[in-house]
C-alpha cells in the first residue's frame, strides 16, 4: 500500500463557493458553525442582579482557542453583558456565595490555583480585589462553593495518591514501562485507560484574614480516603455529583457501589459525610440502578434526588426521591410522582423549599417542570405529576434566581446555539436576555426567539406517524434558510444513536440538523422505538429488537415521507447517516432490501458484528440490550447481526471511527469497511488516531464534515450549500488502496469538550 501525506497549503481541494438564501439571507456554513463562541449556561449571583458565564471560541486562523468570561446585568431588559476576561488558563468561574465575589481554578502547569475576584458589570473596572488564595500540589477541578455568613465551604475533586493526598504528576513515582496490569473491570472506559489513581472530593474552608484578605483554613480533607469509593462518577461525572449542606456540616455526593464489577452494574448510591471527614460516608438510598442529581433543600432539612430502578439498565426511568436528612442521618425516603411517564435529567429546589423544578425530555423537547412535594400537595392529591412550564426549545440547564419563583434556564434549539431566558414558574413568563447571544456572536438581535444567524423557526417542523405495533412515531423536518416550496430536495435521512435517545430541538455543534441542511437538503431525523421522552414502554420495547422494530418504524417513516411530503422532498434521491446506534441501523439497513431507497450510506461509529460487542467497556449495556450475556443467549446477538447480512450489501458507504473510541471500538469500522472493498462497493473510511467517540477537536470536526458532504455531493448531486472555504496549514494523510479508497485523517488543537 502507498502512503502519501499532502499539504492542503498546496494541494487544497476544490469546495463549494456557497449560496446564500433565495432572499439574500445569510446561512450557515461548517467553518462558522465551529468557530462560533460556545456558551455555558449562566448562573445567578446571590442576589439574583448577575449573571455569570463563559464562553470558548476556536479560530481556525490562529488554530488555537480562547475563553472568556462574562457577567450579564439581568436587572435590565435583554441584559447588559460586561466582559470580565480573556485567559484560557481559567477552568472554572463560580460564584464564591459572598456578594459579587467569584472564586476560580487557574491551571499553572501541572498544577491549579484557587483565586477569588470581585465581579462588577463595570465596563472600565469589571474585575477588582484579584487574589491567589491556594495553589493546589496538582490539578483539581469541580469547584464548588457554600458560603455560610463570612465563611465559605469549598470542595474539590481530583486524583489520589493511596495515601489520600493530591496526586501531582512532579511527585508521582517515574515508570519506565508501558505495561498496564489489570485483575478487574473497568479496564477501560470511553477513552481512557483506567488508571490506579481514583477520583475523590477534598473539602477546604475560605475565611478572611487578618489583612482582610481571604485565606484557605487549615488543611484540606479527602472525605473519600480509606475507602473504595469514587467521586465524581464518571465518565462525564461533574459537580452535579455532590452537594454541600446549607449549613456547611454535612456533604452528599454519590459513587458505585464500590463492591459490585462496575463494568456490570450501574447501581449507584448517595452518601453522606460530614464536612470535616473523620467518619466513614454512610449510604441514603436502597440498591437500585444509576443515581444523578443530589440536591439538599434550601433550609438543610431534605435531600432530593434522581434513582432508577432497575440495576444494569441505563436508560432507564429517573424516578424522584425525597429523603428528609438529620444529623444523625437516619433517613426515611419517599418517592414523589410515581405515576410520571417521564425520566428527568436532573432537578433543583424552589427557594421556599416547597417546590421542585426539573428538566425532562419529552416529545423531542427538553422542558421545564415543576413539581409541588408532598407537604404542599394538597391532600387528596399526593402524587402530582410535575406540570411543564416550557414548551419549545431545549432546556440545558436552570437556576433559582434569588429569593424570587424566577428561573433562569440555558436553552437552545435547532435553529439556535445557547441562549437565556428568564421564566417564571408560578405563571411561565418569559424575558428574554438577548444580549449575550447577540453580543459574544456580533449579530443583530432577532425578532424571533430561538434563532441565529438567519436561521428561522418556520425551517422546522415535525409529524407523527403510525409505526410498528401501533405505536405513534415522532419526527422532525428541518429545511434549508433558501427553501423554495416550488422545488424538490434530497433527503437526509438521519437516525439517532443511544439507541435510547432522541432527536431533541436542541443546538449541536456535532450532528447539527439545521446547518446540515443548508447544504441543500431537506433534513428528516426520526424517533423510533427506543427513543426517549415517549414513556417508558416506547423506550424498554428496543429491548432485544435492535433491528426489529426501531427499523420497521424507520421504514414506515420513509413510506410516510414518500406519501404525505414528495412535493418537497425528493425521496428518490435519499441518503441515510447515523451515528453509535444509528451507525449500527446503517449497518443493518446496508443488508436489507430497504437500503435500495438510499444511493448512499453514512456510518460513524456503528457497530458491524454484534458478537464483538464484549469489547466495549460497559457491558451492562450489551447485556441489558440483548437480553442476557453472549455465552448464554448467543442466538439474541446473532439475530440482529449486521454481519450476518453482508452478502446483500452493495450501497455506497462511508465509514468513520475514531482510535479512542472504547465505547465501540474501531475495529468494528476496520471489519466493515473491508467488507466493502472485497466485495468492490465504492466506500471510503475517515478515521482520527485522537477521538473517541465523537469528534470534538474543531479541525477534526471541520474535517469531518468536509468528507461527509463531499461524499454525499457525489451521489445526491447537491450544488447548493456552503462547506467553508478550505483552511491553509493542515495536515492530511491519504492512503490509496483498492479501488482508489481514501483513508484520511486531521490533528488538530485541543479545546475544551463540546458539552
Known amino acids: 500500500m502507498k502512503w502519501t501525506f499532502l499539504s492542503v497549503l498546496s494541494c487544497a481541494s476544490a469546495v463549494y463557493a456557497g449560496a446564500l438564501g433565495g432572499d439574500g439571507g445569510p446561512i450557515v456554513s461548517f467553518k462558522e458553525l465551529l468557530g462560533s463562541p460556545r456558551l455555558s449556561s449562566a448562573v445567578p449571583n446571590p442576589a439574583g442582579t448577575l449573571a455569570l458565564f463563559s464562553s470558548s471560541k476556536y479560530s481556525f486562523d490562529k488554530h488555537d482557542s480562547n475563553k472568556s468570561v462574562h457577567v450579564v446585568d439581568i436587572t435590565v431588559p435583554n441584559g447588559e453583558v460586561t466582559k470580565l476576561w480573556d485567559d484560557k488558563n481559567v477552568a472554572e468561574t463560580v460564584w464564591l456565595g459572598i456578594g459579587d465575589y467569584i472564586g476560580y481554578l487557574k491551571a499553572n502547569g501541572t498544577k491549579s490555583e484557587l483565586w477569588i475576584s470581585k465581579a462588577t458589570n463595570n465596563v472600565e473596572n469589571a474585575v477588582q480585589e484579584s487574589q491567589k488564595v491556594y495553589e493546589f500540589p496538582g490539578e483539581v477541578s469541580n469547584l464548588k462553593f457554600k458560603a455560610v455568613g463570612e465563611v465559605v465551604y469549598f470542595i474539590v475533586s481530583a486524583p489520589a495518591f493511596k495515601d489520600g493526598s493530591i496526586y501531582s504528576a512532579d511527585t508521582a513515582p517515574k515508570k519506565h514501562s508501558s505495561g498496564r496490569v489489570y485483575t478487574s473491570l473497568f479496564v477501560r472506559h470511553w477513552d481512557e485507560w483506567i488508571s490506579e489513581y481514583k477520583s475523590n472530593l477534598f473539602s477546604g474552608v475560605i475565611a478572611r484574614g487578618a ?211 428568564i421564566i417564571s414558574a408560578t405563571d411561565g413568563k418569559i424575558q428574554d436576555l438577548t444580549s449575550p447571544l447577540t453580543k459574544l456572536h456580533d449579530t443583530p438581535a432577532s425578532t424571533e426567539r430561538g434563532t441565529w444567524h438567519g436561521l428561522s423557526r418556520s425551517q422546522v417542523s415535525d409529524f407523527y406517524y403510525p409505526g410498528s405495533d401501533g405505536f405513534k412515531v415522532h419526527a422532525w423536518i428541518i429545511k434549508p434558510s433558501f427553501f423554495d416550496s416550488s422545488k424538490k430536495y434530497p433527503l437526509l435521512f438521519l437516525i439517532h444513536g443511544g439507541p435510547q435517545g432522541a432527536w431533541d430541538d436542541a443546538w449541536s455543534y456535532r450532528w447539527n440538523p439545521a446547518v446540515m441542511a443548508e447544504q441543500g437538503y431537506v433534513v428528516v ?141 474501531i475495529s468494528e469500522a476496520l471489519a466493515a469497511f473491508n467488507v466493502l472493498q472485497i466485495k468492490g462497493i465504492k466506500s471510503k473510511l475517515l478515521t482520527f488516531p485522537d477521538e473517541n467517540h465523537w469528534v470534538l477537536k474543531p479541525e477534526n470536526s471541520l474535517v469531518w464534515h468536509r468528507e461527509v458532504f463531499n461524499w454525499m455531493k457525489e451521489f445526491s448531486g447537491v450544488s447548493g450549500g456552503r462547506l467553508g472555504e478550505e483552511e491553509e496549514g493542515e495536515a492530511v494523510e491519504e492512503a490509496k488502496g483498492l479501488k482508489g479508497v481514501k483513508l484520511s485523517g486531521e490533528m488538530g488543537q485541543d479545546i475544551l469538550r463540546d458539552d
Open 211 to 421: 489583612t482582610g484578605d481571604f485565606e484557605v483554613v487549615g488543611d484540606l480533607t479527602n472525605l473519600l480516603h480509606g475507602t473504595e469509593l469514587e467521586s465524581p462518577v464518571g465518565p462525564f461525572g461533574g459537580t452535579g455529583d455532590f452537594d454541600i449542606s446549607p449549613d456547611g456540616k454535612n456533604v452528599i455526593f454519590l459513587s458505585k457501589a464500590p463492591k459490585l464489577d462496575l463494568a456490570q452494574n450501574t447501581a449507584t448510591y448517595v452518601y453522606a459525610v460530614p464536612f470535616t471527614g473523620g467518619s466513614k460516608p454512610k449510604a441514603i438510598n436502597p440498591h437500585h440502578g444509576a443515581t444523578i442529581s443530589p440536591r439538599f433543600s434550601p433550609d438543610g432539612s431534605k435531600v432530593v434526588y434522581l434513582q432508577m430502578r432497575e440495576n444494569g439498565y441505563e436508560a432507564d426511568k429517573n424516578e424522584i426521591f425525597i429523603t428528609e436528612f438529620t444529623p444523625d442521618y437516619n433517613f426515611v425516603i419517599t418517592q414523589v410522582a410515581k405515576n410520571w411517564d417521564r425520566s428527568p435529567g436532573s432537578v433543583t429546589w424552589s427557594a421556599n423549599n416547597n417546590y421542585l423544578y426539573l428538566i425532562g425530555e419529552d416529545h423531542g423537547r427538553e422542558k421545564v417542570w415543576t413539581l409541588p412535594i408532598i407537604s404542599t400537595a394538597p391532600a387528596s392529591k399526593p402524587h402530582l405529576d410535575p406540570t411543564p412550564i416550557t414548551s419549545e426549545f431545549s432546556a440545558n440547564d436552570l437556576y433559582v434566581i434569588g429569593d424570587s419563583e424566577n428561573l433562569l434556564v440555558s436553552v437552545s434549539s435547532y435553529t439556535s446555539p445557547t441562549f437565556y431566558l
Open 525 to 665: 431525523a426520526f424517533n423510533p422505538t427506543g427513543s426517549t421522552g415517549y414513556g417508558k414502554e416506547f423506550t424498554d420495547r428496543i429491548q432485544n429488537h435492535w433491528g426489529g422494530r426501531p427499523f420497521r418504524d424507520l421504514e414506515l417513516g420513509f413510506e410516510y415521507l414518500e406519501k404525505h411530503y414528495g412535493d418537497f422532498i425528493d425521496t428518490k434521491n435519499a441518503i441515510a447517516a447515523g451515528a453509535s446506534y444509528g451507525g449500527y441501523m446503517i449497518n443493518w439497513i446496508a443488508g436489507q432490501p430497504f437500503a435500495k431507497k438510499f444511493k448512499t450510506l453514512v456510518c460513524h461509529d456503528g457497530i458491524f458484528n454484534t458478537l464483538n460487542m464484549y469489547a466495549t467497556e460497559e457491558l451492562w449495556f450489551i447485556d441489558h440490550d440483548f437480553k442476557g450475556q453472549i455465552f448464554d443467549h448467543r442466538e439474541h446477538f446473532e439475530r440482529w447481526n449486521p454481519l450476518g447480512n453482508v452478502k446483500h450489501w452493495s450501497t455506497p458507504m462511508l465509514i468513520i471511527h475514531s482510535s479512542k473510541d472504547y465505547r465501540i471500538p
